[in-house]
């Protein structure tokens, strides 16, 4: 701690978030994701996103609200550099605006596997313990469904993050999770409340 580190718990959220900084091609894809009322990642955890790719070595992701692609450039940018980003959306405005940020960041389409759907549709088609990580931010209420779904397509030794579990709709999939024998959790304060679980194996 020096005399520039902030003590109060706001003034640590605006050092936490802003200790990166984050480039044109995120910014660009935030500004488009105000103006579709799409609520992003914060720069925090999509750090954290970046950090587990990077650790885990991830060549095969799965995403659950793709959003405007602030996340997914999060992931890609940690994933190995063949690795394939599976992201599923219901919103084709949403998707497109993902599809174009990740074209600005230099990723070719071969990177990304973009699918239009709603997410308890398109789970159940992908395959078993074939994914490193997984990361969910889609619909609040269907979170204990992705939770169900994830443990089952994650590799052992794989990890899946929700993010806003302090959210109402969000909050019992803490619980689940921290029921689940196959997984080995831990909840970060950051944004919302992220929670993370490695697969156990
Ligand atoms: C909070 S946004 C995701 C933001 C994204 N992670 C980012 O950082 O840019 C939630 C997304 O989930 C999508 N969504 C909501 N319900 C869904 C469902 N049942 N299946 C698939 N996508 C869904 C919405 O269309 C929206 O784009």
């Excluded at 003590?7 to 640590?12: H, K, M, Q």
């Excluded at 720069?43 to 793709?66: N, P």
């Excluded at 550099?81 to 230099?106: M, W, Y």
């Amino acid at each position: 701690v020096t005399s520039d580190t902030p003590t109060d718990s706001a003034a640590l959220r605006d050092y936490t978030e802003g200790y990166l900084g984050e480039d044109e091609v995120l910014t660009s894809a935030r500004r488009r994701g105000t103006q579709l009322g799409c609520a992003a990642v914060g720069a925090a955890t999509g750090a954290t996103l970046q950090f587990l790719a990077t650790v885990l070595r991830a060549k095969a992701v799965v995403e659950i609200g793709t959003g405007v692609g602030v996340s997914g450039l999060y992931l890609l940018r940690g994933m190995a550099r063949d690795g394939v980003l599976t992201s599923i959306d219901v919103d084709p405005e949403h998707q497109n605006a993902a599809k174009r940020a990740f074209a600005d960041a230099g990723f070719g389409p071969g990177r990304a596997r973009l699918i239009m759907g709603r997410a308890l549709d398109v789970l159940p088609r992908l395959t078993d313990e074939a994914y490193d990580l997984l990361f969910v931010d889609a619909a609040k209420s269907e979170y204990l469904s992705y939770h169900q779904q994830g443990a089952r397509l994650l590799r052992p030794g794989g990890v899946i993050a929700f993010d806003n579990v302090w959210s109402g709709r969000a909050a019992e999939v803490a619980r689940a999770v921290r029921e689940d024998d196959r997984l080995t959790p831990v909840m970060w304060p950051i944004g919302d409340g992220l929670l993370a679980a490695a697969k156990v194996g």
